[in-house]
């Protein structure tokens, strides 16, 4: 298909001047169809039935009004068309009116062929490029829809595989977990010598087994909690602690672990209780996913626990003086299976999942949880959790914790 | 008996030819598809296919969509529709399209609606 030739309209009630019209018209360069109608009126119906990409419109008929035609034809569907003017223009003012009504330009009777000819040639190009512009940018709309409609698409499918791994995470940790369960206590029960005797080298043995088996019970359950958090099944049970007497308790639990790494264990707490509205065994795991962080990461110095009071919640810190964090990899550190060069000796890992699962319980608990750190100086782990208060207690009833 | 028409592909992935072949084929466009691995060979193939529609990709070795959209439209007497088919949208290559003469221009998207959709405007 080429591209369309032009389609010129003119309206013009003087034969001569209309044959004229015609024969320059016809010796264009750019090949036309041309329309020839003798009245206004219906030049205006035409205008309003087809689209034309130059109108020329003599502005001084006898029977109608120029001026009354140029305002009709501005109406038509397709505005965009330029309109010439040809007249005598005896009356000067004529033509800045005619401007004024839309028309774009004026061509002077009697007609000089040429000029006719390149004043109709350039109206002819300059529609053609306004033409092919428009084009362009209807497809460029029309593609960029088109990729983002995709985008979404693939969007929407990354989000089902998503969840489909979490799925079969969750399964998969579940399954794993009955015959570990069932393994971990037969070999306990031969260690503890209900069994029968077990000479001190095989026990040893076993032991180590089942160090291990414990390890890997720890990791499933991290799975399962994971899970369970991203499915939203996780439900609060929710009551008042003394958050002073819990931090000495989960401290004193560390403490011959962090003996044993020559880390001095500390805490800075307020003399009186502090009441709390949380799931304890929940914030205990965040306590514990945090402390036993620090100590993983922290080669000497001390782990500091703290805790401060302010209206509606408390702020609870987790310092150590270990190798810190890089700048760069602070926004993903709460992220799923995400592990840093933090970790120098291969034993030390873990799953990847214990601030995550951290970072949800405390958001569970309408608390926010943050991170900070300079390589080499120490990281403090920042996070809130919401007061006791009898206020709150009849506030909550009504909301749902399960995101 | 009444010819079939003839699509004409022009691209130089043999991955994307295929996949544009299937999309076109599945759409139920009642024409046989031809396709040609560059653009000289896609201009020469014009001449004796006569094709209705031929699809150009942008990228190509040799002389590339837009060159290759000018040449067949050069050729007089042949009626052809070009469509430019390409992976980036882009309003600058849109108008190059144009100016090459192409009569669509569409972007290349895994099931190649884009493509089905211009063709089918232009029937």
């Known amino acids: 298909m080429k591209i369309k030739q032009p389609r010129i309209l003119v309206i013009e009630d003087n034969k001569c001047d209309r044959d004229l019209l015609l024969h320059i018209l016809n010796s264009l360069e750019t090949e036309c169809v041309v329309e020839c109608v003798n009245s206004g009126r219906i030049g205006v119906e035409h205008l309003r039935k ?3 990409d130059l109108v020329i419109l003599d ?9 009354q035609v140029l305002k009709d034809i501005r ?16 009356n000067k003012e004529d033509k800045v009116q005619g401007l004024e009504l839309g028309a774009t330009d004026c061509i002077n009777k009697p007609y000089i062929i040429e000029e006719v000819r390149a004043r109709v040639q350039i109206q002819l190009k300059l529609r053609q490029i306004l033409k092919d512009v428009q084009w362009a940018s209807e497809k460029t709309n029309a593609g960029i829809k088109m990729l983002y409609k995709e985008l979404d698409k693939k969007n929407k499918q990354l989000q089902e595989f998503d969840r489909l791994k979490d799925e079969f995470l969750g399964n998969v940790s579940h399954e794993l977990r009955t015959p570990l369960t069932i393994i971990r206590e037969s070999i306990s ?11 001190e080298k095989q026990k040893q043995y076993l032991s180590r087994a089942l160090a291990n088996i414990d390890r890997l019970k720890n990791i499933i359950d991290n799975l399962l909690d994971i899970s369970k958090i991203e499915k939203g099944r996780v439900e609060l049970y929710k009551e008042k602690v003394d958050l002073v007497a819990l931090i000495k308790d989960i401290c004193a639990d560390f ?12 805490y800075e707490l307020p003399e009186d209780e502090v009441y709390v509205l949380i799931d304890m065994e929940k914030t205990i795991q965040v306590f514990t996913n945090l402390i036993g962080n620090a100590l993983k990461f922290t080669k000497k110095g001390n782990i ?13 810190e987790v310092a150590d003086t270990g190798m810190g964090i890089a700048a760069e990899h602070l926004p993903q550190l709460f992220n799923k299976f995400k592990q840093f060069s933090r970790t120098h000796s291969p034993g030390e890992k873990g799953t990847g999942l214990g601030l995550t699962i951290a970072k949800s319980i405390v958001e569970l608990h309408g608390g926010n949880i943050h991170v900070e750190s300079r390589e080499g100086k120490g990281t403090t ?4 959790l919401p007061k006791y208060c009898q206020r709150r207690l009849v506030h909550e009833e009504n909301i749902d914790y399960r995101r | 008996m009444k010819n079939k028409s003839r699509f004409l592909i022009v691209d130089d992935d043999d991955g994307d030819l295929t996949l544009m072949r299937n999309a076109i084929e599945t759409a139920g466009f009642d024409a046989d598809v031809y396709v040609a691995k560059n653009g000289e060979q896609g201009v020469e193939m014009v001449d004796d296919l006569k094709p209705v529609t031929v699809i150009v990709d942008t990228n190509m070795p040799g002389i590339n969509g ?6 067949m439209k050069s050729r007089d007497k042949v009626n052809i529709q070009v469509i430019i088919c390409t992976g980036v949208v882009d309003a600058v290559d849109a108008g190059k399209a144009r100016a090459s003469g192409a009569d669509g221009y569409c972007v290349k998207t895994s099931n190649y609606e884009a493509l089905i959709n211009e063709i089918k405007s232009m029937f």
Do not use: H
């Open chain 1, 50 to 52: 087809e689209s034309f």
């Open chain 1, 59 to 67: 502005l001084s008929m006898q029977k109608f009004d120029g001026f």
């Open chain 1, 75 to 90: 109406d038509a569907k397709d505005k965009a068309f330029p309109v010439l003017l040809v007249s005598s223009f005896t």
């Open chain 1, 189 to 199: 029960q031969i260690v503890d010598g209900l069994i029968g005797d077990v000479p």
């Open chain 1, 255 to 266: 403490q011959t672990k962090a003996a044993a790494q020559n880390l001095e264990l500390r």
């Open chain 1, 304 to 316: 500091t626990i703290s805790l401060k009071e302010w209206e509606d919640f408390v702020q609870c």
């Open chain 1, 381 to 384: 782990f920042i996070f809130t």
């Open chain 2, 66 to 71: 837009f060159e290759t959209c000018s040449l």
